[in-house]
């Protein structure tokens, strides 16, 4: 890095701690997340969250699903938990902005969190850059293959004027009219969010040129074909991503 502030990009887990640093002790030390955190407020690091991270926070798993039914509609959207929006407020309050990683529309669940600026790289780099990363990855694939196998059992889907992703309907459909499936269906459905959006997170901070991603995550439960899975980190250090979790930022930077 040189000796501009350090840019760096906060996995779900770290923005939980950097709001709150006594809540997990076992995984981030207190200590390490309220040095990141004065840093973050004394504007001696500039920290960010994605796009996609309010996503994976802001909503409950039904609520996720009815977002995804409703997303590049008018359709009303699902409101954000009271407990991860007050986290989000007070982040948005010590100086953290948001990343843009388009889900299937830019929408933002927390207004008190600004877009960033395009500091780095004009935008067409940026929108670029988050392409080239994101594009060989699976995405949402999955899901929507899955979706795609629940239609044929279901009423026809209203016109795509109101629906915008046929499969996201027909997911949501399968947990609102199957209570005794919903099991199974979070059992496939949850793991394919989560991934597809640690591939967006990843691919907002490369296109933002950002120095450092901080996760608390070690890489260690994920399954093996997780793209934050330990075996896979070398191939992202390849990329130009540096991972680190909060201890070894407080380290590095000398926080």
């Given at each position: 890095m040189n000796h501009r502030v350090p840019r760096i990009t906060l996995d779900t887990n770290v923005c939980n701690v950097i709001h709150e640093p006594d809540k997990w002790p076992t995984l981030v030390a207190p200590d390490d997340a309220?040095?990141?955190?004065?840093?973050?407020?004394?504007?001696?690091?500039?920290?960010?969250?994605?796009?996609?991270?309010?996503?994976?926070?802001?909503?409950?798993?039904?609520?996720?699903?009815?977002?995804?039914?409703?997303?590049?509609?008018?359709?009303?959207?699902?409101?954000?938990?009271?407990?991860?929006?007050?986290?989000?407020?007070?982040?948005?309050?010590?100086?953290?902005?948001?990343?843009?990683?388009?889900?299937i529309g830019a929408e933002k669940f927390i207004e008190s969190i600004p877009w960033t600026k395009d500091a780095i790289y004009p935008i067409e780099e940026r929108q670029k850059r988050f392409f080239d990363f994101i594009r060989p990855l699976p995405r949402h694939a999955p899901l929507k293959a899955y979706g795609e196998s629940l239609l044929p059992a279901q009423p026809p889907v209203p016109p795509r004027a109101s629906v915008q992703s046929p499969w996201a309907m027909a997911i949501k459909r399968e947990w609102d009219g199957n209570p005794d499936g919903r099991k199974a269906v979070e059992k496939v459905v949850r793991p394919v969010i989560g991934e597809w959006c640690d591939g967006l997170i990843l691919g907002s901070h490369v296109a933002y040129g950002n120095d450092i991603f901080c996760t608390a995550d070690q890489g260690k439960s994920a399954g093996a074909n997780s793209l934050l899975h330990q075996s896979k980190r070398a191939a992202l250090v390849t990329q130009g991503i540096r991972i680190m979790t909060p201890r070894e930022v407080a380290q590095h930077l000398g926080l």
């Open positions: 309220r040095k990141m955190r004065a840093a973050i407020s004394d504007k001696r690091i500039s920290g960010f969250v994605s796009e996609a991270t309010l996503f994976i926070e802001c909503l409950g798993f039904p609520d996720k699903l009815s977002y995804l039914a409703v997303a590049g509609t008018p359709g009303p959207r699902p409101e954000p938990h009271p407990n991860t929006k007050a986290m989000f407020d007070d982040l948005g309050s010590i100086g953290i902005e948001l990343l843009h990683a388009p889900l």
